[in-house]
């Protein structure tokens, strides 16, 4: 069973427009949130992270957003550029200290 | 500085083939975890160690899968027999501590292909 959804397997945005990733978990254990970005034929590499006793982290471009209410996580990247265009992985850590990953978005930014 | 090292990148066998794939961490990392990757559940943690020590083996999917970390610079997965429903891109990964928000750094992955 999917701890972590990532319900859109792809997404398409115009070059300096918003991009927004969601992902979805199930367990309110869970206390840490990450973003991993992969590009093709190379390994997840780290993005940006949010502890559960936050509801925003800004680094640059990426900003990621937690709604534990809804149990809801969400990446922001603006403006969006073709170097954007990736897969992207959302990544769950719980009290248990298990990671579950997402299935992935592919995002393509358009240039 | 080095990352994450797996080898081969690439592996196609026949089905019944005992199939080991490589992995050298970080150097001093002392966590070291598994996953497979496939299209329909995406990344899967398989097995992690801490300190050399297996800690998580729950999502190693049955006993032809074995996992080994012999000393703090390499480990292995092995495949024994191996079936076609193992093809997947497989990925190494390591960090500071695993119990921990440390990140993890991937390698690259073994895409294996099982005939």
């Known amino acids: 069973d999917q701890q972590v959804k990532q319900n859109s397997p792809s997404l398409s945005v115009q070059e300096g427009r918003i991009s927004i990733l969601n992902c979805d978990y199930t367990?309110?254990?869970?206390?840490?949130f990450l973003w991993y970005k992969k590009y093709p034929a190379e390994g997840p590499t780290f993005l940006i992270s949010i502890s559960s006793i936050k509801d925003k982290n800004e680094d640059g471009r990426f900003t990621v957003f937690l709604n534990k209410s809804a149990k809801h996580l969400s990446l922001h990247i603006v403006p969006s550029q073709p170097g954007d265009s990736a897969v992207y992985f959302c990544a769950v850590l719980n009290t248990g200290n298990q990671f579950y990953f997402g299935t992935g978005t592919s995002l393509t930014v358009i240039p | 500085d080095a990352g994450v090292i797996q080898s081969p990148r690439h592996e196609v066998t026949e089905m019944g083939q005992e199939v080991t794939l490589r992995c050298k961490p970080i150097?001093?990392?002392?966590?070291l975890f598994w996953y497979r990757q496939t299209m329909m559940r995406g990344l899967e943690l398989l097995i992690y160690?801490?300190?050399?020590?297996?800690?998580?083996d729950s999502g190693m999917p049955e006993d032809r899968f074995s996992a080994k970390m012999p000393n703090a610079s390499f480990s292995t997965l092995k495949i024994q027999p191996s079936e076609p429903r193992d093809s997947a891109v497989y990925f190494c990964?390591?960090?500071?501590?695993?119990?921990?928000?440390?990140?993890?750094?991937f390698g690259d992955g073994t895409r294996l292909s099982i005939l």
């Open positions: 160690f801490n300190n050399n020590v297996p800690i998580d």
């Open positions: 150097s001093g990392h002392n966590s």
């Open positions: 367990n309110s254990m869970f206390d840490y």
């Open positions: 990964a390591s960090s500071w501590f695993a119990h921990s928000n440390q990140p993890q750094h």
